[in-house]
């Protein structure tokens, strides 16, 4: 029921006015954590994205359990001791985008602001990305670092090697104009 009010919510916010939307094509989310002991690596292609070209808005939903690593034991401890998917299933972000100019479509630095949600907490957060205009398809990138303590994912002492305090997120998105 959550999970289908954010998408509803989030779809009203982007769907208002009479500008061009774009929705995903295709996009990947990764996150690379380095640890002493191992590296974490993780991608995920089951994203849904909005976007509202006139006003900026763009809203992102990952299911969390559809992160895909090299070893399955990784997956089951991400799922459930880590990011306790069953409970929590997917990362969100609603915001704007900002800084682009529409008469050119080169990659332009661009900046996200807006809320961030994972493992069930809220925070506001300002994403350094890019954008750019492709043969019809609005193409955006951004990397940043989400501090594990900051949405509540503990670290258990006993693996504190294998864990890292904070991830690297890298997302890269191309998204099609709704018709």
Same mark, same amino acid.
């Given at each position: 029921?959550?999970?289908?009010?954010?998408?509803?919510?989030?779809?009203?916010?982007?769907?208002?006015?009479?500008?061009?939307?774009?929705?995903?094509?295709?996009?990947?989310?990764?996150?690379?954590?380095?640890?002493?002991?191992?590296?974490?690596?993780?991608?995920?292609?089951?994203?849904? !994205? +909005?976007? =509202?070209?006139?006003?900026?808005?763009? %809203?992102?939903?990952?299911?969390?359990?559809?992160?895909?690593?090299? #070893?399955?034991?990784?997956?089951?401890?991400?799922?459930?001791?880590?990011?306790?998917?069953?409970?929590?299933?997917?990362?969100?972000?609603?915001?704007?985008?900002?800084?682009?100019?529409?008469?050119?479509?080169?990659?332009?630095?661009?900046?996200?602001?807006?809320?961030?949600?994972?493992?069930?907490?809220?925070?506001?957060?300002?994403?350094?990305?890019?954008? !750019? +205009?492709? =043969?019809?398809?609005?193409?955006?990138? %951004?990397?940043?670092?989400?501090?594990?303590?900051?949405?509540?994912? #503990?670290?258990?002492?006993?693996?504190?090697?294998?864990?890292?305090?904070?991830?690297?997120?890298?997302?890269?998105?191309?998204?099609?104009?709704?018709?």
């Amino acid at each position: 029921m959550r999970v289908l009010l954010t998408i509803a919510l989030l779809t009203g916010i982007l769907l208002t006015g009479h500008s061009q939307k774009y929705t995903l094509q295709e996009g990947m989310v990764q996150f690379y954590s380095q640890a002493v002991l191992e590296d974490i690596k993780a991608v995920n292609t089951r994203i849904t !994205a +909005l976007f =509202n070209r006139a006003n900026g808005d763009v %809203a992102l939903i990952i299911p969390v359990a559809s992160f895909q690593f090299d #070893k399955k034991l990784m997956q089951e401890h991400f799922n459930e001791k880590y990011m306790e998917s069953d409970q929590y299933p997917n990362a969100t972000f609603a915001g704007t985008i900002s800084g682009f100019d529409w008469s050119r479509s080169d990659e332009q630095p661009v900046v996200a602001r807006g809320k961030l949600t994972i493992h069930g907490v809220t925070q506001e957060v300002t994403v350094p990305g890019t954008l !750019a +205009l492709t =043969n019809g398809l609005v193409v955006m990138k %951004a990397a940043f670092t989400v501090k594990l303590e900051d949405y509540r994912i #503990k670290r258990p002492q006993l693996l504190w090697q294998n864990i890292a305090e904070q991830v690297e997120v890298t997302l890269d998105l191309r998204l099609k104009p709704q018709p």
